[in-house]
C-alpha cells in the first residue's frame, strides 16, 4: 500500500474515531474498555498498552505450570518428622472423612528418602530449604520467594487447573493469562499479548487453560508450538514466496480501502492493518523462535539445543517473549503425576527443569529483566505426606502420591516479590497449613497486584454480573512483596 | 496513581457526552424525570448491588427512601431536594476528589444518566410515598402493543418498520436508502442459509420485476435444507453441544443425532414451544416418539470428568448445575449461577428458587461408571440405538439369529459336559497307566539359518554352526508307536551351547522363542496337517505363554525368561489320535523368528501313546484330582479345567466370540438421551453449592417470582417445559425473538442477549420487541414466519453504508442503516467452500474431520481419539458437522472466536486479528479452496479475457460485478504473477500440488492455474468475501 493511500484512509476514518463500535468486540465489552483507556479509543485495538490500577512491580509474567502436580514435599517443603515416622499408619484425621482421589484404604505416611540424593540444603544467604533434586535452583534460592500454604478446593486434575487458573472449577470463565492481557494491553504489537509453551501433553483442562471465557476472544493465549509452524499457518503455502506473499497481501488492502471509500465501516480500516500485522509476524516470530542466534554461553546456561524441542528452549523462549514486551508467557510441563514410583520418576522430571529455570532466572537477572517479570512456579495442587501404594523398604521406588488440596508449595521470584523469603508453614507431617494460610484466589490477586492491578476492579460485566478472576475472594499476600 | 484511573474515568463519559446530543430519550422526547420510570431503574443498575436490600455497604439503602433522604456516614446528607450539586449523591459519582467514584467495581453512570439524577434532583427529588417500585420490565406479561403512527407511511411497509421509524423520527434520523437487490440477495441468502446466492440465483432475482420478487426469494431459502444448518449453530452454541466429553481424558462421545434433530427441526420449522418442550422432557412426554427422546440430547452435551479419582456425584452435581444455569440463560434470559451459593444479588431469585429448579433435573442416573476400582471411571450414562440402514439391519439380524442358536447348542454341550465330568474325574484320578514316551529317530533336520547339527546318542539335536537372527527348523522323525495322542518338545542344555543353552543367541539371556510349532503326518504321497488341541509347558514367560505356539499367530509363542541355562519342555496334545503305519512319518515344524538368535540349541522330539489328556495335565489338577476332600473352591477348579478341555465347547465360544466381533462392528450408532430414575431423589439446598453439605429438603417449582398457576404443572422436567412455554413466563418469547433479531442485525433490541435482569441493557424498541414476542406466540410459534417478516421489512432493506446521518447513530442502535458484519467462523468456511465449488451438501451423521495441522490433538488420557484428515466429499462438509472435542476444537473455526462449547454461550465475540488473517491467506485447507476457485475462474466464465475471468471470480466470491478500478487492482495483481511465473517455473509445480489427495476437482492448464491461484488467494480474503 502506499502511504498517501493510507494518509486518505486514515483522515476518512478520523469521522468515525469517536463512534468506533469497541473492535467489533462483545456488547459489555465496549464500554469497559473505554474506561480503562483514553488512549486506546480512536486507535480500537484491543491489545494497545493500558496503564495499570496503580505502578505496576512487574510487567510481564512467566508462569511455569507443572502439569499433574510436582511432589512439593520432597521439594520445597522438608517435613523430617514425616521422614521419621514412615510407614507409620496416618493419623485418622488425615483420612478419615476426608475424599482424595485415589487412596481408599487407610494409608501410611510417606517421608522422602534418607539418601543423598533426595536430601534437603539450606540455600543462599536465606537458608531456604531445596532437594538436592534440584541443584541448580538451590544457587539461586535468594531470589525465590517460597510458599508452602496454598491450599484448593479440587483434587482432580482438570477442575483444578481451571480453578488455579480461571478462578473457578468448571468451565466458562477467562484464564489468568487473558485476564492480565485484557487489563494492560501488549508492549509488542507484532506479538500476541499471551503466549503458550507446552512440553508433553495438553494439561486436561485442555485450551481453557489459557482460554478466554466470555471476555473477547483477543485476549485467548495463542500457543507458540515447538513442531510444525510456531503459530498456526504462519508459513506461506508452497509456492507462495515472500514477495508473492506482500503482492497478495497489497491487492487485498487496496481492494479492501476501496470498499472502506464506499462503505466507510470501520471494522475495514482495522482489518487492512490486521493484514499488516500478520504480514510482519510472519517474520518476527520466526525471528524469535530462532534461538540459534542466542550466544553459546547461554545455550550452556539453559541447557538448550537449538532445533531440538524441549522444556528448556522453551524458558529460553519465555526469556525472548519477555524481552519483546509480550505480556504473558505460559509454560506447560506435563509429567509430574507420580501416583507411583515418585522417587523413581521425580530425579528424572526434575532434572528436565532444573537447569533451564535456574538459567531463566539468571538470565533474567544479568540482562535487568528480573526485576520487571514475575516468575511463578505452579501447580494444580500438591502430593500427599501418605503414601499411595505399598510402602516400606523395597518399595522405595514403586510407592507414590496422592493429589492433596490442603497444602501445598510453589515459589515466585522476580517482579516485586521478596527473594529469599519462605510464607506460610505447613504442620510438622506437611498435611495442612498452621500459619499463613493462602488460596489460590489469594495467589492470583497477588499476581494481578504485582501487574499494578487490583484484583477487585479489574472485572468483566456479564451475565449482569461484574466477574472478576478472583470470583468474589482474594486477598493480597502482604507479606511476600518487596 | 489513583490519578491515571480517574482520569480514564472521565474520558468515555466525555465520548457519551456526544452521543448525549442526540441520545437522550429523556431530553429529546420526554423533559419530566419521573422516579420509577426514569430513576429508580439508574439506582438498581448501578448502586443496589451495595446499596440496596442484599448489602448496605456504609450504612447506605438508596432502595428505601427514608435512607436516601438521611445522611450518610460522613453526616452529609445524600440527596437534598432542589440542590443536585450539595447531595452527597451527585458528589460521589461526578467528583473523584470527593473520595472513590461510585461504583468502584463496574461501569460509571453516563453523562445521560447523571443528568437525570441532576434533573432530578433539582425538580424536588419527588419519590412518591407508596412506591410500590413497578416490577422489572422483563418480568412483566408481554402486551401486543398497538402500531405507532408515522409520517412516512410508504417507507413503513411492515409492523417492524413502524417501530423502528417512530424511534428514527424522535430522535431526528433519517433511515438509509434501499441498498441494490444485489446486495439485499447477498445479505439475506448468507442470514437465512449462511450461503452467498449462486450467480444464476442473482441474474433471475434481477430479472424478476414481478411484485413478489423479494418475497420469493425468502421463501426459497427457508425452504432450503441449507436454513437448518446455519440456524443451528447458535442454537447449539447455547446447547454446548460437542463431540467429546471435555476435561482430562476428554473422549469422543456420541451424540450427533442430537445436533441432527436441532437442524431438522429447524427446517421443518418445528413450532418453537414444541421445540422447547421435546429438549427439555420429550422423554416424558406420552408415548414419546423415538424423535422427541433424541431431542433430550440437548441436556445431555454437558461436560463429563472421567479423569481418575474423579468424584461420581460431585461430577452429577456440577452437571445439574450446568444444566440448572443454561435453562436459566437459554429459557429465561437470566444468570442464575450467583442463586448457586446465596440469594441472588440483583435480580429477585433466591437460594430456594434455584434449589427448586435443581430438583426437576435431579432425577437422572449417574454418568459415569466405575471401570477400576473406585478410581477409573468412564463416560456412560443413557443412550440409545439409532436405527441402522435396512442392508446392515437384516446382517445384524442373521447374525443375532445365529448368535441364538449357538447359545442355545452350548448350553446343551454345557449340560452333556456336566454329565462327563464324574468320569473324567474318575478317568485322571484311578492312576490308569501312563502312557509311553518315546523319542522320535529323527530321519532328516534341515533349517533356514544355515546352521549345522549333530544328532546326540540321546536321539537329541545339538545345532551348532552360525547363529542366525530367526530361524526355522524342519524335523524329519519316524516314531514305533502305533497311535500317537501328544508330541513333546524339549529344549536342551549343552556345554557347547553359550550359557549352556538352551537358546543360542546369548550366553547370559540364553531364552528362544517357538513362535509357531505345526506339525505333519507324510503318509507315502499324502502330507496332511496334524491338529494340536492343547500346549502345556513347565514353565512359560510372561506374555510368552505355549499357547501362543500352536496360536497361528507368528508375532506370539513359547519363551522361558528368565529361567535361562536350565532345560524346559512343552507337550502338544493332538487333537485326534495319529493312526501310524509302517512308513507313516511326522514331519514338525518350528518357526523361530524373534530375531537375534533366540533359537533353540539343542532340542529333543518325542511322541506318546496314551490318552492324551494324562500328559498334559497340570500338576496342580493332576494332585486336586486324587485328593478325597475337596473344598468348594478346589471342586470348582476342577470343574472349570473339565469345562475347558471340552472341544465342543471350545468350538461353539469361538464360534460366539466370532459372531459377537461381528455383531460389534456392525453395532448401531447411539445417542446421548434423558432418562428418569423410578425413584427420584430427594433435593436439599446445598450450602455454598457443596455436595457434601446439604440444607432444607426442597420440591421442583418454578422462581417464586412467577408463582402463578404454578399448581397446574407437573413437579417434573415436563411440568417445567410446559411452564417455560405458557404465557406465565414473560421471558421466553421476549428472550428468543430478541436472539433471532441479533442474529439478523448483528445486535439485539436487548443488546445483553444473555442477560434480561436487571443489571442488562433496556431494549432499545421495547413495544417491537413485544409485538414481536407476541407474533411469535399468535403464529402457531413459527420461527420462519417471525424471521419472514423481519428480513422482509423495509429496516432490514436499508444500505449498510456510513453516511453523514450514521453518525447520529454510530452503533446502529436504532436501525438507521442495513446490518453489516463479519461472518462467524463456520460460516467464513462454508462460504469459501461454496465459492470454490468444493462445498458437499451432505447431512448429518457422524461428525467429519476436515483438514488440521498435525499436533493439535494431544490430551493425556486413556483412549485418546487421533484425527485422520478425511480424504472425500467429507472434507468439504459444512462447519456444522466438523468434530468438536473440547479440549482442542477446530484451529481455524477458533481463530474466528468459535467457543470450545464447554459452556452454553449466547453471543460469540467477534474479532478481528492478525491470526485470523494469516488463516485465510495460509491455511492449506484455505489454499486448496483457492485452487479449487481459480480452476473455476479458468474454466466456467463465458468470457474467457482476463477481465472476463476477474469479474466472474468477483462476482462468486462478492455477489456484485466489481467497479474498474477494483478489476485493475486485481488485473495489476495478475501481470505480475505471470511474470514471477514465468521466471520460476518450479512454483507451477508448488501451486498446483497444495491440494490434498482426494480432490475431486481436475487441473487443466497448471500454469495458469498457479498464477489464478494468487487472484482466488486475495479474493478469499476480502473483508467484503467474510462480510454480510
Known amino acids: 500500500m502506499r502511504d498517501s493511500d493510507m494518509l486518505t484512509c486514515l483522515q476518512m476514518t478520523r469521522r468515525y474515531l469517536l463512534q468506533k463500535s469497541g473492535y467489533g468486540l462483545g456488547a459489555c465489552a465496549l464500554s469497559t474498555l473505554f474506561q480503562q483507556d483514553c488512549s486506546a479509543v480512536g486507535k480500537g485495538n484491543p491489545l494497545a498498552v493500558r496503564k495499570p490500577h496503580f505502578p505496576a512491580r512487574a510487567k510481564s509474567v512467566i508462569y511455569i505450570h507443572l502439569v499433574g502436580a510436582p511432589s512439593h514435599l520432597d521439594l520445597f517443603d522438608f517435613k523430617p518428622e514425616l521422614q521419621k515416622r514412615n510407614g507409620e499408619l496416618c493419623p485418622d484425621e488425615f483420612f478419615v472423612g476426608k475424599k482424595l482421589a485415589f487412596i481408599r484404604k487407610q494409608p501410611t505416611l510417606l517421608g522422602t528418602p534418607k539418601d543423598p540424593r533426595y536430601e534437603y540444603k539450606k540455600c543462599g544467604q536465606s537458608g531456604i530449604e531445596i532437594s538436592n533434586l534440584l541443584p541448580n535452583l538451590q544457587k539461586v534460592a535468594d531470589e525465590m520467594c517460597v510458599i508452602k500454604t496454598v491450599t484448593t478446593e479440587q483434587f482432580n486434575h482438570a477442575p483444578a487447573q481451571l480453578h488455579l487458573l480461571t478462578g473457578f472449577g468448571r468451565f466458562g470463565r477467562p484464564s489468568i493469562g487473558s485476564w492480565a492481557t485484557y487489563g494492560l494491553g501488549s508492549e509488542n504489537q507484532n506479538l500476541p499479548g499471551f503466549v503458550v509453551l507446552i512440553t508433553g501433553n495438553v494439561a486436561g483442562a485442555g485450551s481453557s487453560a489459557w482460554g478466554s ?16 509452524d510456531p503459530v498456526l499457518f504462519l508459513s506461506n503455502p508452497k509456492g507462495v514466496s515472500v514477495e508473492s506473499r506482500r503482492r497478495i497481501i497489497d491487492s487485498v488492502n487496496r481492494l479492501n480501502q476501496v470498499e472502506y471509500a464506499d462503505v466507510a465501516d470501520p471494522e475495514i480500516e482495522t482489518r487492512i492493518n490486521q493484514y499488516e500485522m500478520a504480514y510482519r509476524m510472519q517474520t518476527s516470530v520466526p525471528e524469535l523462535m530462532d534461538i540459534e542466534s542466542e550466544t553459546k554461553q547461554t545455550h550452556e546456561l539453559y541447557g538448550t539445543l537449538p532445533g531440538k524441542p524441549s522444556f528448556a528452549n522453551n524458558c529460553l523462549l519465555a526469556r525472548r517473549l519477555v524481552e519483546r514486551g509480550v505480556r504473558f508467557v505460559q509454560l506447560f510441563d506435563s509429567g509430574w503425576d507420580m501416583h507411583s514410583g515418585v522417587f523413581k520418576s521425580l530425579p528424572k522430571k526434575c532434572e528436565q527443569v532444573d537447569r533451564p529455570i535456574a538459567a531463566l532466572l539468571k538470565d533474567l537477572k544479568q540482562r535487568g529483566l528480573l526485576d520487571e517479570t514475575l516468575v511463578v512456579w505452579s501447580s494444580e495442587f500438591g502430593r500427599t505426606p501418605m503414601a499411595q501404594g505399598t510402602n516400606g523398604m523395597d518399595k522405595v521406588l514403586t510407592v507414590g502420591r496422592d493429589h492433596h488440596k490442603e497444602g501445598f508449595a510453589l515459589w515466585m521470584a522476580g517482579g516485586g516479590v521478596k527473594g529469599g523469603h519462605v510464607h506460610g508453614k505447613t504442620d510438622e507431617l506437611g498435611y495442612a497449613p498452621v500459619e499463613n494460610r493462602v488460596d489460590t484466589h489469594d495467589l492470583n490477586a497477588t499476581i494481578m497486584h504485582l501487574l499494578g492491578m487490583d484484583h477487585e476492579r479489574l472485572t468483566f460485566k456479564y451475565q449482569g454480573r461484574q466477574y472478576r478472576l478472583t470470583d468474589i475472594f482474594g486477598n493480597v499476600i502482604q507479606e511476600v512483596l518487596s | 496513581m489513583g490519578t491515571c484511573w480517574q482520569i480514564s474515568r472521565v474520558c468515555p463519559a466525555l465520548v457519551l457526552a456526544i452521543v448525549a446530543i442526540w441520545g437522550s430519550n429523556v431530553e429529546a422526547a420526554d423533559p419530566v424525570v419521573q422516579f420509577i420510570t426514569d430513576v429508580e431503574p439508574i439506582f438498581r443498575k448501578h448502586c443496589y448491588r451495595c446499596h440496596g436490600e442484599v448489602q448496605d455497604k456504609a ?4 432502595s428505601r427512601r427514608a435512607a436516601a433522604f438521611g445522611v450518610a456516614d460522613s453526616d452529609e446528607p445524600v440527596i437534598i431536594a432542589g440542590k443536585p450539586e450539595q447531595s452527597l449523591l451527585i458528589k460521589r459519582i461526578t467528583d473523584a476528589e470527593a473520595g472513590e467514584l461510585m461504583p468502584p467495581d463496574g461501569e460509571p453512570l453516563s453523562k445521560q444518566e447523571i443528568a437525570i439524577l441532576r434533573r432530578w434532583i433539582k425538580s424536588g427529588a419527588n419519590w412518591p410515598d407508596s412506591v410500590a417500585v413497578a416490577k422489572h420490565w422483563a418480568y412483566q406479561p408481554v402486551v401486543r402493543p398497538a402500531l405507532p403512527k408515522v409520517d412516512n407511511e410508504r417507507w413503513a411497509n411492515n409492523p417492524i418498520d413502524r417501530f423502528v421509524l417512530k424511534k428514527l423520527q424522535e430522535r431526528g434520523i433519517k433511515p438509509s436508502r434501499e441498498t441494490d437487490r444485489v446486495h439485499w440477495i447477498r445479505r439475506v441468502s448468507l442470514a437465512l442459509t449462511g450461503l452467498p ?20 426469494v425468502v421463501d426459497r431459502l427457508l425452504a432450503s435444507k441449507r436454513f437448518g444448518e446455519k440456524w443451528a449453530i447458535g442454537w447449539l452454541d447455547l446447547a454446548r453441544y460437542a463431540d467429546s466429553n471435555g476435561f482430562q481424558a476428554d473422549q469422543i462421545r456420541d451424540s450427533w443425532a442430537y445436533r441432527d434433530w436441532v437442524i431438522n427441526a ?4 418445528m413450532p418453537f414451544d414444541q421445540f422447547v418442550i421435546e429438549q427439555l422432557a420429550g422423554d416424558l412426554l406420552p408415548n414419546a416418539s423415538f424423535e422427541q427422546k433424541v431431542a433430550t440430547g440437548f441436556h445431555r452435551t454437558v461436560t463429563c470428568n472421567v479423569e481418575a479419582g474423579v468424584h461420581p456425584e460431585e461430577n452429577r452435581t456440577n452437571q445439574i448445575f450446568d444444566r440448572v444455569n443454561t435453562t436459566g440463560t437459554v429459557f429465561l434470559g437470566t444468570s442464575l449461577e450467583c442463586a448457586q451459593c446465596h440469594d441472588h444479588k440483583y435480580d429477585p431469585f433466591d437460594q430456594k428458587d434455584y434449589y427448586r429448579l435443581f430438583a426437576y433435573f435431579n432425577n437422572t442416573p449417574l454418568e459415569v461408571k466405575d471401570t477400576g476400582g473406585g478410581v477409573t471411571w468412564d463416560f456412560y450414562g443413557p443412550k440409545m440405538e439409532l436405527p441402522l440402514p435396512p442392508e446392515k439391519q437384516k446382517q445384524r439380524d442373521i447374525l443375532s439369529r445365529e448368535l441364538a442358536v449357538l447359545k442355545e447348542e452350548k448350553q446343551k454341550a454345557e449340560k452333556e459336559n456336566g454329565k462327563s465330568y464324574r468320569k473324567w474325574l474318575e478317568k485322571i484320578s484311578s492312576g490308569e497307566p501312563r502312557g509311553q514316551w518315546q523319542v522320535l529317530s529323527v530321519h532328516n533336520f534341515s533349517s533356514t539359518g544355515n546352521e549345522e547339527f549333530e544328532i546326540l546318542e540321546d536321539g537329541s539335536i545339538l545345532v551348532t554352526g552360525p547363529v542366525p537372527g530367526k530361524t526355522v527348523y524342519e524335523i524329519l522323525a519316524r516314531s514305533k508307536l502305533k497311535n500317537i495322542t501328544a508330541i513333546k518338545v524339549e529344549a536342551l542344555t549343552h556345554e557347547k551351547l553359550p550359557g549352556n543353552g538352551p537358546g543360542r543367541g546369548d550366553k547370559e539371556r540364553t531364552n528362544f522363542i517357538l513362535n509357531e510349532l505345526s506339525i505333519h503326518l507324510q503318509q507315502a504321497d499324502r502330507r496332511s496337517p496334524v491338529k494340536i488341541s492343547r500346549a502345556i509347558a513347565d514353565f512359560s514367560q510372561k506374555k510368552w505363554d505355549v499357547s501362543g505356539a500352536i496360536d497361528g499367530n507368528p508375532q506370539t509363542g513359547w519363551a522361558i525368561a528368565p529361567h535361562y541355562h536350565q532345560p524346559h519342555w512343552a507337550i502338544f496334545a493332538l487333537s485326534d489320535p495319529l493312526d501310524m503305519q509302517e512308513s507313516s512319518q511326522l514331519m514338525l515344524r518350528l518357526d523361530q523368528n524373534y530375531g537375534h538368535g533366540r533359537t533353540i540349541g539343542r532340542l529333543r522330539i518325542s511322541a506318546y501313546s496314551g490318552d492324551a489328556e494324562i500328559p498334559v495335565l497340570p500338576d496342580e489338577i493332576r494332585k486336586l484330582a486324587v485328593k478325597r476332600e475337596r473344598t468348594k473352591e478346589e471342586e470348582k477348579k476342577l470343574r472349570e479345567f473339565h469345562r475347558k478341555q471340552n472341544r465342543k465347547l471350545i468350538e461353539l465360544n469361538n464360534k460366539i466370540t466370532e459372531i459377537r466381533d461381528k455383531l460389534k462392528k456392525t453395532e448401531p450408532p447411539t445417542t446421548l438421551v434423558m432418562v428418569e430414575m423410578e425413584k427420584p431423589r430427594e433435593t436439599h439446598i446445598l450450602s455454598r453449592g457443596n455436595y457434601l453439605s446439604p440444607l432444607e429438603k426442597v420440591t421442583p417449582g418454578v422462581p417464586a417470582l412467577f408463582d402463578t398457576g404454578n399448581d397446574q404443572y407437573p413437579p417434573n422436567r415436563l411440568g417445567l417445559a410446559n411452564w417455560l412455554v405458557s404465557d406465565h413466563n414473560p421471558l421466553l418469547t421476549r428472550v428468543t425473538v430478541n436472539r433471532w433479531w441479533a442474529e439478523l442485525f448483528g445486535r439485539g433490541i436487548v443488546r445483553t442477549l444473555e442477560d434480561f435482569g436487571s443489571q442488562g441493557e433496556v431494549p432499545t424498541h421495547p413495544e417491537l420487541l413485544d409485538w414481536l414476542a407476541s407474533e411469535l406466540r399468535e403464529n402457531g410459534w413459527s420461527m420462519k414466519k417471525i424471521i419472514k417478516t423481519i428480513v422482509l ?90 468434530i468438536w ?74 455477489s456484485r460485478e466489481p467497479k474498474t478500478d477494483e478489476i485493475d487492482i486485481l488485473l495489476d495483481l495478475l501481470k505480475q504473477e505471470r511474470a514471477a511465473i514465468r521466471k520460476n517455473p518450479q512454483l507451477v509445480k508448488e501451486r498446483v500440488k497444495i491440494v490434498l489427495p482426494g480432490f475431486p476437482m481436475k487441473i487443466g492448464a497448471p500454469q495458469e492455474t498457479a498464477v489464478w491461484f494468487a487472484i482466488s488467494n486475495a479474493l478469499l480474503n476480502l473483508d467484503e468475501t467474510i462480510t454480510q
Open chain 2, 793 to 882: 421489512s423495509q429496516t432490514y432493506r436499508q444500505s449498510s453504508q456510513f453516511t453523514n446521518e450514521s453518525e447520529k447513530d454510530p452503533e446502529n442502535k436504532w436501525y438507521s442503516r442495513g446490518p453489516r458484519f463479519r461472518l462467524t467462523a463456520e460460516l467464513i468456511r462454508d462460504n469459501a467452500l461454496a465459492i470454490s465449488g468444493l462445498l458437499s451438501d451432505k447431512m448429518g451423521g457422524p461428525p467429519v474431520m476436515p483438514y488440521q495441522p498435525g499436533g493439535i490433538w494431544r490430551s493425556i488420557g486413556r483412549n485418546q481419539p487421533k484425527w485422520i484428515t478425511a480424504q472425500n466429499e467429507d472434507r468439504f462438509r459444512r462447519g456444522v458437522y466438523i
Open chain 2, 266 to 269: 429447524l427446517n421443518r420449522d
Open chain 2, 59 to 62: 450504612g447506605l439503602r438508596l
Open chain 2, 197 to 216: 446466492p449462486t450467480l444464476q440465483e442473482i441474474d433471475a432475482f434481477l430479472e424478476d420485476r414481478t411484485e413478489t420478487a423479494y418475497e420469493k
Open chain 1, 213 to 228: 471465557g466470555f471476555i473477547p476472544s483477543v485476549y485467548q493465549g495463542v500457543e507458540f508450538r515447538s513442531q510444525g
Open chain 2, 885 to 958: 472435542k473440547r479440549d482442542a476444537p477446530y484451529p481455524s473455526l477458533v481463530s474466528f472466536d468459535a467457543p470450545d462449547r464447554t459452556a452454553c454461550v449466547v453471543n460469540r465475540s467477534k474479532t478481528n486479528t492478525p491470526l485470523q488473517a494469516l488463516t485465510l491467506l495460509n491455511d492449506p485447507a484455505y489454499s486448496e479452496m483457492a485452487v479449487g476457485l481459480a480452476i473455476r475462474m479458468l474454466s466456467e466464465p463465458r468470457d474467457k479475457t482476463d477481465r472476463g475471468r476477474i469479474i466472474y471470480g468477483f462476482r462468486l466470491c462478492l
